[in-house]
């Protein structure tokens, strides 16, 4: 797309950007996206690929257990029987 342009053309697109921006921003806007890019190739550059998260084995899962239903409804029977909360009637 851009391989097929004219000089003149650029040259219009150049005038048209820094009409836009001025000519004082182009520098902060060219070194901000500089940084931009630098960030993102950093970031990819460190992301685990998706195979090494393949090859982890499923035993080696650092999560905790779940609660058994039965130890919850325990603890909730204790919690609640232990601070009874006085019943109010609306009417």
Same mark, same amino acid.
């Given at each position: 797309m851009f391989a097929n342009m004219r000089p003149i053309e650029v040259a219009v697109i150049i005038a048209v950007i820094v009409l836009l921006f001025g000519a004082k921003k182009l520098p902060e806007l060219a070194r901000a996206l500089g940084e931009s890019l630098h960030i993102l190739r950093?970031?990819?550059?460190? /992301? #685990?690929?998706?195979?090494?998260? /393949?090859?982890? #084995?499923?035993g080696s899962n650092t999560t905790t257990a779940p609660t058994p239903p039965a130890a919850l409804d325990s603890a909730a029977s204790e919690a609640s029987s232990a601070n009874p909360a006085p019943m109010e009637h609306m009417g």
């Amino acid at each position: 797309m851009f391989a097929n342009m004219r000089p003149i053309e650029v040259a219009v697109i150049i005038a048209v950007i820094v009409l836009l921006f001025g000519a004082k921003k182009l520098p902060e806007l060219a070194r901000a996206l500089g940084e931009s890019l630098h960030i993102l190739r950093k970031e990819v550059s460190e /992301a #685990p690929s998706p195979s090494a998260q /393949a090859s982890v #084995p499923s035993g080696s899962n650092t999560t905790t257990a779940p609660t058994p239903p039965a130890a919850l409804d325990s603890a909730a029977s204790e919690a609640s029987s232990a601070n009874p909360a006085p019943m109010e009637h609306m009417g």
